[in-house]
C-alpha cells in the first residue's frame, strides 16, 4: 500500500503560479511511477503529467506543456508539480497518483491516489 497526501493547492490569479507537492509514505517511494491528474465537475479525470522511478524520464499533456513541470525528491518521497503561467482553465482538483513499475498517461494504469487538491485561477 501506498499513502499520497496532496498539498499546495489554492486560489491564484491568471499568469500566477503554484508548486503542488504529494508526500508518499507506506512502501519504497522509488519503486513506484508517479504522475498528476485532474478533475472538474462532470468530466471524466485527465492526465497531466507523470515521472518515472528514477525522475530521469517526464511525459507531459500537450495543454501544459511549457507551463508545468513534474519532479520528484526520492530522498524525501515527494513529487512536485510546479505550474507557472496558470490560465482559468486550469482550474480543476488535482491528485498525485502511484504506480508500481513503468511510467504511463492512462488513469486505469495507476493503482494509489491521494484526496485531491483544489486549484483555483481566477481571471
Known amino acids: 500500500q501506498v499513502q499520497l497526501v496532496e498539498s499546495g493547492g489554492g486560489l491564484v490569479q491568471a499568469g500566477g503560479s503554484l508548486r503542488l507537492s504529494c508526500a508518499a509514505s507506506?512502501?519504497?517511494?522509488?519503486?513506484?511511477?508517479m504522475g498528476w491528474f485532474r478533475q472538474t465537475p462532470g468530466k471524466e479525470r485527465e492526465f497531466v503529467a507523470a515521472i518515472t522511478r528514477s525522475g530521469g524520464g517526464t511525459v507531459s499533456a500537450d495543454f501544459v506543456k511549457g507551463r508545468f513541470i513534474i519532479s520528484r525528491d526520492n530522498a524525501k518521497n515527494t513529487v512536485y508539480l510546479q505550474m507557472n503561467s496558470l490560465k482559468p482553465e486550469d482550474t480543476a482538483v488535482y491528485f498525485c497518483t502511484a504506480r508500481a513499475g513503468l511510467i504511463s498517461r492512462r488513469v486505469e494504469e495507476f493503482n494509489y491516489w491521494g484526496q485531491g487538491t483544489q486549484v483555483t485561477v481566477s481571471s
Open positions: 507506506g512502501r519504497t517511494f522509488s519503486e513506484y511511477a
